[in-house]
């Protein structure tokens, strides 16, 4: 059977162009010029869809929150003969809304570059797949945790000038009894909406202590960062439980960082502030998350105390290639550096990655190109070997893990 495509597009010479080319690749083809056709016309067996973003419309951007709500599962070509940077907005946009975006054509569409995306169609590779395939209800997330399914899981963090190990980040996952081992956004959204934050914290901040102290036994003595949900901070007790949990392993505070998303701004700013300062005079190391997408202004990063800034993988994976996205690290990382703190750059996944950000002067990076998230149990393994390619003086390529998991 034919693959339904509906196009929406105002300029019927393209929209021809597009239809004849998609038809000889084995689509039915069905063009609508408006938003609310393109709304009548859309049905949940829609395989693919081709939108075209023109200035002074608003109907693309209209179909991409409708896809949205939707849920729909079509891929999705944006196309667009505005300046590059508002199709690369839409772009952020349908990802964010998580539709399985396939590319962006700027017009005219040459024909070789809808080939190459079709293509991707076809074989099923998608640029990139938000598309989240499980969710766990609540009451099946209360009994995972009452279980002890949660599993943590490790990812290194490198100096960028002498390239060595330097700390590891705690990333929750759960070894779901059916459905295998899940990543968090599986199931991190439900433990915030239904109050089991507290809970997962605590079973991965012990756990993840517990491995720092065992590995600190064996001489591998890494900072562990843990991640903390911006609604734990509103707890005024947080400081003195995380102490206690850290005192119970002998692990100073000063080698714990605690990774808050700049998200809490937004929300309970007084205590928040209040636990955040007091974790720091307790020795914490508090790590500003996801930078570049929150709601930080400038005033506020100089109140709060923090000493790391970890610039969001979004921006750092697209750097070496979108000018806008490199001003946007290369100026985070001055404005970092000027205020005192060390900065990370997270979702290093080529090697132009890596050059760029040691080219930025960065301090630390962490990304696939470096190492997976991986099993405790493999770390010092992974150490190992990390350590004996440095000796000869060469970044390690990144190896697979045995189990790929992120
Ligand atoms: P995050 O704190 O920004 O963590 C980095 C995420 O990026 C991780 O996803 C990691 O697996 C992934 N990642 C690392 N390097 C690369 C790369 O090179 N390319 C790509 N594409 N991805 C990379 P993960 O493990 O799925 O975690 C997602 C988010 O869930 C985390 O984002 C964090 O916000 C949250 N999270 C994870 N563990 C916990 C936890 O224990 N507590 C809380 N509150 N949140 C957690
Ligand atoms: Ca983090
Ligand atoms: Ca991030």
Known sequence: MARRLLILEHETVHAASIVAHCERRGYSAEVTTTFTGFARSWSA????????????????????????????????????????RILSAAHRLARARHLRVLGTIEKPCH????????????????????????????????????????????????????????????????DHPARGLLRPDAFLAMAEESGLIPELTEAVTRDAFTWASRWRGIGIAPKMAVNISPLLLSDLALPDTLLAWAKALSLEPEMVILEVTETWLADDSIAALDTLTRLRL???QLSIDDFGTGYSTMAQLNEIPYGEMKLDQSFVRNAARDPEARAIVESSIELGHKLGMRVVAEGIERQEDWDLISDLN???????????????EELPGWLLHWNACLGGGALPPAREPAVVVA
């Open 45 to 84: 067996d829609v395989d693919l869809v081709i939108l075209s973003l023109a200035l002074s419309r608003s109907d693309g951007v209209e179909a991409i929150r409708f896809l949205g709500q939707k849920a729909s599962e079509a891929r999705l070509i944006i196309t667009s003969d505005a300046d590059p």
């Open 362 to 376: 960065c301090d630390e990076g962490q990304g696939y190109f470096i190492a997976r998230p991986m099993a405790p």
């Open 282 to 284: 307790q020795g914490f």
């Open 111 to 174: 024909e070789r570059y809808l080939s190459e995306l079709l293509g991707r169609a076809h074989t099923d590779v998608e640029e990139d797949s938000p598309f989240m395939e499980v969710q766990l209800a609540r009451d099946e997330l209360r009994r995972c945790l009452e279980a002890g399914l949660l599993r943590v899981y490790f990812q290194p963090k490198i100096d960028v000038r002498n390239l060595e190990f330097v700390s590891v980040e705690a990333l929750v996952r759960l």
